[in-house]
């Protein structure tokens, strides 16, 4: 079996929810990591018995690495992207693809000069409740979308911030809201109404979190070719971070998604009900095996001789439960990623479908930026 050769650029908080499933793969074997704190790169090196790399670029040129993934900071996205096309490798990238629209263009001229796949994660389309909404409106049953309703109320505290030395700010995350956390729901919402977008009119503010450059709140109104609207509002200045919905109403019934529900009902009474079950992607005690490991525990004392574990260090605590919040369904477009490389096809979401998402989020900062709409075609 060919097995692919993969290097990790950015050992931080979401580092083991590509690692993890990575190890699993029976065609993979992760050969290096990348990161410039010595003690993530140390740490994820030990724990996958590999390589660790200072610079990335070290790790790019060598010729015994097939596939990239990159997990760092927004703004470092396409330049990295690119430079690993550029070196002939595979990649996935991690959300956004970028953090401007000419970046999301080079990384797209990037994938067809080099012909090389470049995968951009979105992992939530893959969840149960996604998947039955998709497949629903895909089939027609519910005939055509007559309009859209997004709610995201969430809860950021400024320690989420101040913890971090680039998220809440314009040029390193390039926005927060909307490019970080409702760019989940956004691509979900506009994967359903599946057409292209007219013209968006938007605003953003930022009510409550003056420690930050970038914006909590933002609403709006989407314009698609069809005639269809999508309405949104979403904030981080909630008291917890509640279910998002997705409302989209359609001729013969409704699709309502609460973050992992989908209820499907129809104007002649049937009604669908969808729970995404939890352990369909993350087998609990195969991961917790994997820590319990004697390999794993060597790593695990190291860093806690450390003292990683303490003083209130994020990133390995996120290593130990990698749940967050929103969607645990890496594992599922990690797969559909080797797959497509291994049957030399193009995966589900490749940068030319990431950027239909990317241009809306960046057209929902222009048209806050000028107060007009803007037009995408
Ligand atoms: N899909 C999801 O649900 C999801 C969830 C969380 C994070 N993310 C995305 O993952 C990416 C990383 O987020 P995170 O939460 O892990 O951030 P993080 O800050 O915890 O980790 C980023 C890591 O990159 C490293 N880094 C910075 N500059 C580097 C460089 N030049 N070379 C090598 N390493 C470098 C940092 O030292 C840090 O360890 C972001 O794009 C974020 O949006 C996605």
Redesign the pocket.
């Known amino acids: 079996m060919k097995k692919f050769r993969v290097g990790i ?7 083991m929810v590509h690692a993890y499933p990575l190890h699993m793969l029976e065609n993979v074997e992760i050969k290096a990591v ?4 010595p003690q ?1 790169r140390e740490m994820a090196a030990r724990l996958f018995n590999c390589d660790a790399y200072e610079n ?1 670029q070290d790790l790019l040129k060598r010729d015994d690495i097939d596939v990239v993934h990159i ?4 703004y ?2 396409a330049r990295m992207v690119i430079e690993a096309a550029n070196a002939g490798k595979q990649v996935l990238s ?2 956004p693809m970028a953090i401007s629209m000419e970046e999301a263009r080079a990384e797209i001229e990037a994938q067809k000069r080099n012909n090389v796949t470049i995968g951009v ?1 979105s ?1 939530n389309r893959y969840n149960s409740a996604s998947v039955a909404i998709k497949e629903a409106l895909d089939s027609g049953s519910l005939g055509k979308v007559l309009g859209q309703r997004i709610l995201l109320s969430w809860f950021k505290p400024d320690s989420y911030y101040a913890n ?1 030395d ?1 998220h809440g700010t314009w040029d390193k995350e390039g926005g927060s809201l909307m490019i ?1 956390q409702a760019i ?1 729901v956004m691509d979900l919402a506009r994967w359903f109404v599946n057409d292209e977008i007219e013209s968006i009119q938007a605003s953003f503010d930022n009510r409550n979190h003056p420690s930050i450059e970038t914006e909590d709140t933002a609403e709006g109104l989407i314009k698609y070719k069809s005639g269809v609207q999508t309405v949104f509002f979403a904030t981080n200045n909630f008291s917890y971070n509640s279910p998002v919905v997705v409302e989209t109403h359609c001729e013969k019934g409704t699709a309502l998604m609460e973050f992992d529900r989908a209820q499907i009902t129809y104007n002649d009474g049937k009604e669908i009900n969808i729970i995404n079950n939890p352990n369909d992607t993350l087998d609990e005690k195969a991961y917790e095996a994997f820590f319990n490991q004697t390999s794993s525990q060597v790593a695990m004392k190291t860093l806690s001789e450390w003292g990683v574990f303490g003083g209130g260090a994020p ?1 390995p605590v996120t290593w130990k439960t990698p749940r ?1 919040y ?2 645990v369904t ?1 594992i599922k477009q990690i797969r559909n990623f080797y797959a497509s490389l291994e049957a030399g096809v193009q995966p589900d979401i490749t940068v030319a479908e990431a950027f239909k998402t990317h241009e809306m989020i960046m057209a929902i900062y222009e048209s806050g930026r000028t107060r007009q709409p803007v037009g995408l075609h």
Do not use: M, R, V
């Open positions: 650029i950015g050992c931080g908080a979401i580092f990348c990161d410039i704190k993530a990335y997990l760092t900071p927004h470092l996205h991690e959300k994660i992992q971090s680039w970080d989940h990133i967050p929103w969607g890496h």
